[in-house]
């Protein structure tokens, strides 16, 4: 099962010098029931592109209470054993949860597929969407039309040998 875990790049730095995502329990996103009927699509890459989409939304939540860490969103692409990552059926189709997964246990860093995180240009949308935030989970629109601005950005694609590249800068 692949699973996309939320972070920020110097928790990518923690967890490539601990040599694994944690400890847990952690939160990841992927392919769930729930995710499935909203996004109403058979295509497996479709389904793992929302999964991650809602992972790197889980990332600006992280850069949003972590001031100081560099405003690109992170995403680790994680591959673990079937049945290790743990939807809540209870939020199966709450918008807040869609995707989203429980990990019980650290994952190793062996265990990365990818890495996916913005490209430099993206830092000031990023930045923005960060700072906005707070006001849209109130229900600003124009908050909201900020934080989806970070969504006109693609995140970049990384091998994991690439990731002592990205934390250093």
Known sequence: MRVYVPLTLPALAQAH????????PLTAYAVTPGLREWYV???IEELEYAALTRAAHGSL???????GAVRKRVVVAVDIADGAGHADPDRALDPDALGEVRL???VPLAKAAAVHVDADDAAVDVAKAAEALAAADGGDAD?????????DHELLWFATQEIEHLIAG
């Open 104 to 106: 019980a246990a650290a």
């Open 143 to 151: 908050a909201q039309f900020v934080v989806d601005g970070a969504d």
């Open 61 to 67: 939540r992280l850069l949003a209470a972590d001031l």
């Open 41 to 43: 699509s058979d295509d």
């Open 17 to 24: 010098r601990a040599g694994e995502l944690g400890p847990g």
